[in-house]
T-cell receptor, first 116, second 113 residues
Framework: EPEVTQTPSHQVTQMGQEVILRCVPISNHLYFYWYRQILGQKVEFLVSFYNNEISEKSEIFDDQFSVERPDGSNFTLKIRSTKLEDSAMYFC??????????????FGPGTRLTVL | DAKTTQPPSMDCAEGRAANLPCNHSTISGNEYVYWYRQIHSQGPQYIIHGLKNNETNEMASLIITEDRKSSTLILPHATLRDTAVYYCIVRVLYSGGYQKVTFGTGTKLQVIP
């Protein structure tokens, strides 16, 4: 069964450093998403991406964040200057642009980001 | 998207049916009921969704009341691997296919041996 993959599984960085989290969505999917989950809290939407541009972003997704689809397979989330409060699990998701009952989102296993 | 209310936690004996309730009294006519689950620290996993008819797939059944103000997710024979947080989400299905998922706090289901 096709699946969303994410690398690395765990990233440790120093405050102020840039990090890039990588995702490989399911190959025929066209909608891509990033979510995050701070330990013990809800899963929160960050951003959605379609046709090489951001479709929607939350208030969490400020100027420190950016997303990119650098090639036909990868989808990345960059945090320019990490803060302690960026420590969280980051989940990538993708979906097929079908209508009706066929556009559920498939989530990756997540990258645990720890900012020291 | 309409608000949902779920119990914070439930227990279920292994092998028995787990019935997870969800209230969505403000649901509108074009909103679907979705269920996802999150096994500890893993990515959320889609389970099932429906509009007004009951739905069944290989994972679960979804029973939606006639007035659509509440629904129940049924795991027919719960196993220890079904221990997870279950999220009931109500949302519109846009024709373009893009949609974010807004997660609440869900129900923590503990399957007991």
């Amino acid at each position: 069964e096709p699946e969303v993959t994410q690398t690395p599984s765990h990233q440790v960085t120093q405050m102020g450093q840039e990090v890039i989290l990588r995702c490989v969505p399911i190959s025929n999917h066209l909608y891509f998403y990033w979510y995050r989950q701070i330990l013990g809290q809800k899963v929160e939407f960050l951003v959605s991406f379609y046709n090489n541009e951001i479709s929607e972003k939350s208030e969490i997704f400020d100027d420190q964040f950016s997303v990119e689809r650098p090639d036909g397979s990868n989808f990345t989330l960059k945090i320019r200057s990490t803060k302690l409060e960026d420590s969280a699990m980051y989940f990538c998701a993708s979906s097929w642009p079908g209508t009706g009952l066929n556009n559920e989102q498939f989530f990756g296993p997540g990258t645990r980001l720890t900012v020291l | 998207d309409a608000k949902t209310t779920q119990p914070p936690s439930m227990d279920c004996a292994e092998g028995r049916a787990a019935n997870l309730p969800c209230n969505h009294s403000t649901i509108s006519g074009n909103e679907y009921v979705y269920w996802y689950r999150q096994i500890h620290s893993q990515g959320p996993q889609y389970i099932i969704h429906g509009l007004k008819n009951n739905e069944t797939n290989e994972m679960a059944s979804l029973i939606i009341t006639e007035d659509r103000k509440s629904s129940t997710l049924i795991l027919p024979h719960a196993t220890l691997r079904d221990t997870a947080v279950y999220y009931c989400i109500v949302r519109v299905l846009y024709s373009g296919g893009y949609q974010k998922v807004t997660f609440g706090t869900g129900t923590k289901l503990q399957v007991i041996p």
